[in-house]
């Protein structure tokens, strides 16, 4: 699967979102990921962008605004476009990264849905 820099992030934590159809997605592509499916790392809108409300004419309405938070991820991350990774991989470096991990997600509007999720994951 493709997926742009912080859908590597979310789809570990936000379970739902915009209604059953975009849900189902969701949850299809963890499970593909998190079953070892390779993640080949892209630039712009992705498989989860095509079935959510704010894709509209070929891309994102806060485009600029997930640009940047593609960035932030593939930082944390020590990832690039163009790379290729497993979710087993993502989520490693996500463990050893916690205040990172903590400070990504803190300005998003999903964070009261993936927040306990989130600190699962880590543990605590
Ligand atoms: S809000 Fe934008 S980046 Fe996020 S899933 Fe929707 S189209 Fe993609």
Do not use: W
């Amino acid at each position: 699967m493709r997926l742009r820099g912080h859908h590597l992030i979310c789809l570990n934590f936000l379970k739902e979102a915009f209604g059953p159809r975009f849900t189902e997605l969701l949850e299809d592509m963890r499970k593909r990921a998190l079953s070892g499916e390779e993640i080949e790392v892209i630039e712009g809108p992705d498989e989860i962008c095509y079935a959510c409300p704010f894709f509209r004419a070929g891309r994102c309405l806060y485009e600029e605004e997930v640009a940047d938070m593609d960035r932030s991820a593939l930082e944390i991350l020590g990832l690039r476009v163009g790379d290729k990774v497993l979710m087993e991989h993502v989520r490693a470096v996500l463990r050893q990264k916690p205040e990172e991990l903590r400070d990504f997600c803190s300005d998003c509007e999903f964070l009261s849905t993936c927040q306990p999720e989130v600190e699962k994951f880590l543990g605590t």
